[in-house]
Structures are given as structure tokens and as C-alpha cells.
């Protein structure tokens, strides 16, 4: 029988402290995804002077089901460096296109096939 991981990340609990736990459970079992907030980008700069605390945002969290017909019904959790929730968006308040990339932080399992879905 195969040995089944639950944890999609090796290291979002060192990473990201302070995530709460329904968060960190969501993102290991690959619910929801998280990305890292491009603070450069002018569009960030942007958003940032008035929409709450988003200059204080290191990532991004969001379900990665969501389709650009229920845009506008989706729902952003931005957190610090730490896991801190900062700030929360919704698709009508804004696009995350050319505003994050990748987390190079965040290590996934090698075996991605071996972690629950």
C-alpha cells in the first residue's frame, strides 16, 4: 500500500508561523494555493494606497477552483511574512493578474502524486 502524505509543503509551517490553521490545512491538502505578492509591480503600489493594509502583504491565499465567470464571488487573503492576515479582497475589488509568482520559499513534497487531494 502506498504511503499517503497530507502535506503538499515541507516547510509552510517554519515558513509561515503564525498561519492559522485552517489556512495551512487548506494549502497542504491543495484546496487553496498561495502565491507571492509582486510589492514592486505598480499595480500592487497601486492597490496598496487604498485598499486596507495590502502594503503590508508578503502573499496571497486563494482557492485555485475559481473560474473568470465567478471572479467577482472570489475571495483574497493576503498575510505578512509570517502568516498574519493583513488584508481581505474580493474579485471585485481587484485582479491578482501580473501581481504574484511563485513562492521560492515554500519546498513541495517531491512526491506530489503521494499527497492527498
Known sequence: M???????YENLESELTNLPEVLKTSLQNDVLQIKRVLKECEKFQNLSQN??????AEYVIY????????????????VD????TVC????????????????????????KEDYIN
Open 88 to 111: 481581505r479582497a474580493s474579485g471585485k475589488e481587484l485582479s491578482l493578474y501580473n501581481m504574484i509568482e511563485d513562492c521560492a520559499n515554500l519546498v513541495e513534497k517531491e512526491n
Open 51 to 56: 485598499l486596507c493594509d495590502l502594503k503590508d
Open 63 to 78: 482557492s485555485k477552483y475559481m473560474t473568470k465567470e465567478t471572479h467577482e464571488s472570489e475571495y483574497f487573503i493576503f
Open 81 to 84: 511574512k509570517t502568516g498574519n
Open 2 to 8: 502506498k504511503n499517503m502524505k497530507t502535506e503538499k
